[in-house]
T-cell receptor, first 114, second 107 residues
């Protein structure tokens, strides 16, 4: 049981490049989400999904796309990377939307855009 | 005003000390409350849920005051391994994270 697996762990992009951050969970969780964490800002919700085929925007969705074709996978796409997207990205999943059973986080992706 | 506010610290305390963290939230419709722990350069992990009646888990005690929209976490008999950042988390229709309070326990 791997929990939530994020890849890659580290990435450096040039401004304007695109890439996909991968997230997979093997706990059969319906709810999955992407957060970014910046110093002094806390974790901010980018996009989330309450089940396969359903996605919605969080607090800071601009510049990011998501899809949820299976229960297990929830990739995050950066369309045209900008230095403002330099951050640590966490994927999280939960049995329930309200998080009462806790959110399980992946180990994070450290992204630098130059 | 931020939806969830915490004192960023750092709180520097000796081993064995008792330390308390506070958190306030702005949305009175918030439904559930949590404390998460985050070690340096690691992912957040659920420490405990916070219930209206207050709840305890070993050396950790959490309290909720809905009238004042205030949450607290008390750590007794601090250990070196308690050094981390503690995140206050509030659920409205999704989880809102505070920026965290950093705790450093020294020998």
């Amino acid at each position: 049981n791997a929990g939530v697996t994020q890849t890659p762990k580290f990435q450096v992009l040039k401004t304007g490049q695109s890439m996909t951050l991968q997230c997979a969970q093997d706990m059969n969780h319906e709810y999955m989400s992407w957060y970014r964490q910046d110093p002094g800002m806390g974790l901010r919700l980018i996009h989330y999904s309450v089940g396969a085929g359903i996605t919605d925007q969080g607090e800071v969705p601009n510049g990011y796309n998501v899809s949820r074709s299976t229960t297990e996978d929830f990739p995050l796409r950066l369309l045209s990377a900008a230095p403002s997207q330099t951050s640590v990205y966490f994927c999280a999943s939960s049995l329930l939307l309200n998080g009462n059973y806790g959110y399980t986080f992946g180990s994070g992706t450290r992204l630098t855009v130059v | 005003r931020k939806e969830v506010e915490q004192d960023p610290g750092p709180f520097n305390v000796p081993e064995g000390a008792t330390v308390a963290f506070n958190c306030t939230y702005s949305n009175s419709a918030s439904q559930s409350f949590f404390w998460y722990r985050q070690d340096c350069r690691k992912e957040p992990k659920l420490l405990m849920s916070v219930y209206s009646s207050g709840n305890e888990d070993g050396r950790f005690t959490a309290q909720l005051n809905r009238a004042s929209q205030y949450i607290s976490l008390l750590i007794r008999d601090s250990k070196l391994s308690d050094s981390a950042t503690y995140l206050c988390v509030v659920n409205t229709d999704k989880l809102i994270f505070g920026t965290g309070t950093r705790l450093q326990v020294f020998p």
